[in-house]
């Protein structure tokens, strides 16, 4: 229902942009955002954009990341510029989809993509 893809190796100070396209019957997709989770650590948020295009970042990712959103594709886009080490994370897209007439919105998770930054 949400497939991720564009993720890699890259050095640091490199850049990588990932994509996660939302499938099936969609009515309606409300916030989109990207998460990641480092070996050993707990999921975290690393941006969210609302339906609008407001977007919100993590501090340790402001100025270097940029979240974007194709609503007619139904795709949301993670930007990542300066890459550091400390970015090495699977990267998961998210999304509140409604399905139906109802306009119920349900949370779905991509697949996952891994992200490596290393010399």
């Known amino acids: 229902q949400l497939q991720a893809s564009g993720g890699g190796l890259v050095q640091p100070g490199g850049s990588l942009r990932l994509s996660c396209a939302a499938s099936?019957?969609?009515?309606?997709?409300?916030?989109m955002g990207w998460y990641r989770q480092a070996p050993g650590k707990q999921r975290e948020l690393v941006a969210v954009?609302?339906?609008?295009?407001?977007?919100n970042y993590a501090d340790s990712v402001k100025g270097r990341f940029t979240i974007s959103r194709d609503n007619a594709k139904n795709t949301v886009y993670l930007q990542m510029n300066s890459l550091k080490p400390e970015d090495t994370a699977v990267y998961y897209c998210?999304?509140?989809?409604?399905?139906?007439?109802?306009?119920?919105?349900?949370?779905?998770w991509g697949q996952g993509t891994q992200v490596t930054v290393s010399s």
């Open positions: 099936g019957i969609i009515f309606s997709i409300s916030a």
């Open positions: 998210n999304a509140a989809i409604a399905r139906g007439s109802s306009f119920v919105f349900n949370n779905y």
């Open positions: 954009i609302s339906d609008g295009g407001s977007p």
